[in-house]
């Protein structure tokens, strides 16, 4: 899987859309297609920018986005800080199953959202 932060930002954009387009029909809302197109624009730029979710992936958002649209109890708007929390929470999930398998080792297959984390230093270049 690609990480967002490695999407083109046209492509990431327009699979935005989608995901809010299908928001908009399963709430019953009704936003015209401009509206969409800037949300999308916006909060594709978001998730490559936003540390906190560029490493995620578009899988991540779309389950974020089908559990926000199915579970959220609260009046839903189609906003950006609607999709900031429904994707907050997404990756509550996984930051949970990702402690489970790191610190308390636990299997992989009982962390279902579990991902190995990329490895941001190396010893490549250490002197000996």
Do not use: C
């Not at 609260?74 to 930051?95: C, S």
């Amino acid at each position: 899987m690609k990480a967002l932060a490695d999407w083109d930002r046209k492509e990431l954009a327009e699979k935005i859309y989608d995901l809010i387009a299908k928001a908009t029909i399963e709430l019953r809302h009704k936003t015209s297609g401009k509206d969409m197109a800037v949300l999308a624009k916006s909060f594709a730029a978001d998730l490559q920018i936003e540390n906190s979710f560029r490493r995620l992936y578009l899988w991540d958002v779309e389950q974020a986005f089908r559990n926000g649209v199915r579970l959220d109890i609260e009046k839903q708007f189609l906003n950006i800080p609607t999709f900031y929390k429904w994707l907050r929470k997404q990756k509550l999930l996984i930051d949970a199953d990702i402690y489970k398998v790191e610190t308390l080792k636990q299997p992989k297959e009982q962390a279902p959202l579990y991902r190995d984390l990329p490895k941001l230093l190396t010893t490549k270049n250490k002197k000996k």
